[in-house]
């Protein structure tokens, strides 16, 4: 257990940051991913970062906050302007205790409890606590090393922009190139580098509170494959999601997220 705290205190951390720094921001109309035409032609804009809130109304500002931006997907552009790296730390505190993290880490504990993955975590509810506990403390991780250091670092937008328009076989190809490509901050089209680095780099840390018997490099990769593939999936879902929520009306959005 000693081995899970650092992690455990990145996602603390993010918690904390997330409420410490909820700020107001101006609501934008959700935008169309910009063609590869599209992007070699635009020129960078302008971003107007907003002044941060009293840390003392935190709780207010967080609930005014998530009615403007995704509950669910926090990581949906809202404007095609560039992120600051401290917008990109945000957005990475954001997208750690966002909804869809936390559902994805319960399914992802799920299974791994039915197929006895980490084997060394066992069954039982403690099993399925620490299976949940580490799947959270690896989105942490990867939101960390993925979202704010190489996208900082390397000049890219780790948000979604969701391509309005497309027939379903479409949306499922542009997911899984969005696995692959990204945009950089000046809108150029990238080798998504901070999206394929970071989850590696979150799985070799995981290695550190990982059982014994499931810190191999085998584990390491297959872990590092099922990160990809739920990418995947997730992007798909974020493809969809205006759409399906504005239909449902599951969780409460803002028109900055509707398409």
């Keep these: 257990m000693a081995s899970l705290l650092p992690t455990i205190a990145v ?16 609501t934008h109309s959700l935008p169309n991913a910009p063609s590869q035409t599209e992007q070699s032609s ?12 009293n840390p003392i109304q935190g709780g207010v500002e ?11 997907f926090p990581d949906l552009a809202t404007n095609q302007g560039p992120l600051t ?8 505190a954001n997208n750690s205790v966002a909804l869809s993290t936390i559902f994805s880490a ?20 403690e099993g399925y606590g620490k299976r949940f506990g580490a799947d959270m403390a690896r989105s942490a991780s990867e939101n960390l090393f993925g979202t ?13 922009y969701v391509r309005k328009n497309l027939s ?5 190809e542009y997911s899984a190139n969005r696995v692959i490509f990204t945009r950089s901050d000046s ?14 780099m979150a799985e070799g840390l995981a290695n550190a509170y990982y059982p014994d018997e499931n810190r191999t490099v085998g584990s390491t990769f297959t872990r590092y494959a099922s990160d990809l593939g739920w990418r995947f999936g997730g992007n798909l879902l974020r493809q969809y999601w205006p759409s399906i929520n504005r239909k449902l009306r599951l969780v409460p959005e803002s028109s900055s997220t509707n398409p």
Excluded: C
């Excluded at 996602?11 to 101006?26: G, H, I, K, P």
């Excluded at 635009?42 to 809130?53: C, D, G, H, I, S």
């Excluded at 319960?106 to 509810?125: D, F, K, T």
């Design 11 to 26: 996602l603390l951390f993010f918690l904390l940051f997330n409420t410490a720094v909820a700020q107001r921001s101006e």
């Design 42 to 53: 635009q020129t960078q804009q302008p971003v107007t970062t907003p002044r941060a809130a």
């Design 62 to 72: 967080v609930v005014r906050l998530l009615e403007r931006k995704s509950l669910v």
């Design 85 to 92: 790296s401290w917008q990109k730390l945000k957005l990475a």
């Design 106 to 125: 319960a399914a992802g504990a799920a299974y791994g409890q039915a197929v006895n993955s980490p084997s060394g975590y066992r069954q039982g509810a």
């Design 148 to 160: 704010f250091l190489l996208a900082s670092a390397l000049h890219q937008d780790p948000r979604f």
């Design 168 to 172: 379903f076989m479409q949306s499922v």
């Design 187 to 200: 809108g150029e089209k990238e080798i998504n580098y901070s999206g394929l680095i970071g989850p590696l």
